[in-house]
């Protein structure tokens, strides 16, 4: 009888467990989440000039005259980027007061100067610049619209793990001696330049052609 009763309390404990199973406790255990934050990289560069005209004033220019223009260009964002300058210039005439367009007969490009008139711009040859190298860059002319360009033949290092670099740009600018007759005298020459630059850190090819269409 004590066996059977024994055996009877055993059942019903295990009934009462069984339906009591849904209120037991589970150890569980969960990490904290894992995230990944993904930043822009940014294109950003400065560009600062000295004007060195030795022995001249630049607003009373004479034949055989030239003036060296120092750019220092800085890489101030996060991505590698290549670098040319966009340089236009264009000569102006006096007509009552007012400075109009002129246009000199000789436009010339060869050998790594450009001739506009009597105008002459080329890299400077001298190396006793700080930091410029005349085989870092390379004068190319693009005929169709009618705009020089001083590619600078390497690439800039950023912010984004480095230390971000700089190039240094030097042009010559000079008033031809033998080319500049009278209908150069009172003319206004007017060069203007602007730097631009474009990714070269990723796997697809960058390309110039296509600069002014890659945000449109």
Known sequence: MNRKMLTSMLIIVMAIA??????????????????????????????????????????????GDCAKKIFTIENKGSKRVALRGNITMEWFEDVEGDWVSWVPEDVD????????????????????TPGFDPADWELVYDED????????KGVLDGTFGGTPETAVLCIKVCLDGPNADNVYQGKKFVLSAKFQAIQASHDDQWNWDEFGSYND
């Open 145 to 152: 619209d009618e705009i020089f360009y001083f590619n600078y």
């Open 109 to 128: 490009f060869g050998a790594g100067v450009f001739n506009l008139g009597a105008a002459k711009v080329s890299i400077c040859d001298e190396s006793d």
């Open 18 to 63: 069984a339906m009591a199973g849904g209120t037991l406790a589970w150890f569980t255990y969960e990490t904290g989440a894992i995230d990944n934050t993904f930043v822009a990289g940014t294109v950003e560069i400065d560009a600062d000039e000295t004007v060195i005209a030795e022995g001249f004033d630049m607003l009373n220019w004479n034949p």
